[in-house]
Antibody, heavy 117, light 108 residues
């Protein structure tokens, strides 16, 4: 069974840092491009970052460039999102998703990040 | 950045009725790169339609997508109780991929 399990969310003060993890199982993780998508409470979806199978071809949405860093460890079947200089507007549920033929065909259940003093 | 505008914001219908959801893009989107997702409360989104009109694996044929250029439509031919949810269109024709603001389909 394909599974994506996010962790690492929580409450952090503005300006702080968090590292999100997404552990994959049930498929060959190293064969898939992965992405992070977020959803602010009661709001719509925002594509945050992409990473290719080999860790290359990394792209970020402008709102997180220079503050967030996506990475992966194929030996550990894990995807990461290092988030620095966090702002209130980064408050959201963060989902990791598997990309197949460009589409987000499988999603984790998400982890909530709350940025507040 | 391509802005996707979905309408209506909320659609109030009864089970068995037909639902027509609209997604309009601020510039032309390749049909190959237009998708629709369904999201229920407390759950992650689920891919319904890709390539504007192709159903994802396991999606019932009451869901259909159409359109091209800047105007796309998701149609649910006969609403089932499990179809009441929020629907998002999404483009990946240009970076960054963007989502519409969503249409909530609620029980009338």
């Amino acid at each position: 069974e394909v599974q994506l399990v996010e962790s690492g969310g929580g409450l952090v003060q503005p300006g702080g840092s968090l590292r999100l993890s997404c552990v994959a199982s049930g498929f060959t993780f190293s064969s898939y491009r992965m992405t992070w998508v977020r959803q602010a409470p009661g709001k719509g979806l925002e594509w945050v970052a992409n990473i290719k199978q080999d860790g290359g071809d990394i792209y970020y949405v402008d709102s997180v460039k220079g503050r967030f860093s996506i990475s992966r460890d194929n030996a550990k079947n894990s995807l990461y999102l290092q988030m620095n200089s966090l702002r209130a507007e980064d408050t959201a549920v963060y989902y990791c998703a598997r990309v197949e033929m460009g589409e987000l065909r499988f999603w984790g259940q998400g982890t909530l990040v709350t940025v507040s003093s | 950045e391509i802005v996707l505008t979905q309408s209506p914001g909320t659609l109030s219908l009864s089970p068995g009725e037909r639902a027509t959801l609209s997604c309009r893009a601020s510039q032309s989107v390749s049909s190959s790169y237009l998708a629709w997702y369904q999201q229920k409360p407390g759950q992650a989104p689920r891919l319904l339609i890709y390539g504007a009109s192709s159903r994802a694996t396991g999606i019932p044929d009451r869901f259909s997508g159409s359109g091209s250029g800047t105007d796309f439509t998701l149609t649910i031919s006969r609403l089932e109780p499990e179809d009441f949810a929020v629907y998002y269109c999404q483009q990946r024709s240009n970076w960054p991929p963007t989502f519409g603001g969503g249409t909530k389909v609620e029980i009338k």
